[in-house]
């Protein structure tokens, strides 16, 4: 029979071999893992899992330079939100950039 004991900075366990432990320890590793590999995979394809497109992404989908996607964002053209140092689109800021410059490419008027 395993016992546990534990406080926040101290762990004792009795009852189990090392070889049991190794094997606990090792599948929740494997878990924690599985959820941050996954986690990372679905953050890099676009848009991000909350809809959230990166300026390159954005830009792309637009049809636009990155010149011209900054140029539209300090005019007013497209809304985005900063997030820490990064800025993000969403679907409907995109949709509403190329509505208001009615599928036109080019220069800000």
Do not use: C
Request: net charge positive.
């Amino acid at each position: 029979m395993e016992h546990l004991f534990y406080t926040s900075t101290t762990t004792f366990i009795q009852g189990t071999t090392l070889e049991a432990l190794e094997k606990m320890i090792s599948h929740l590793l494997d878990k924690k893992l599985a959820n941050i590999t996954k986690a990372t995979s679905e953050s890099d394809e676009g848009p991000r899992g909350d809809g959230l497109y990166k300026r390159k992404e954005a830009a792309k989908k637009l049809g636009i330079s990155l010149a011209t996607l900054t140029k539209w964002s300090r005019a007013g053209v497209i809304n985005y939100r900063k997030i820490g140092s990064r800025i993000y689109y969403t679907n409907s800021d995109i949709n509403n950039a190329l509505k208001s410059k009615g599928g036109y490419y080019g220069k800000v008027r």
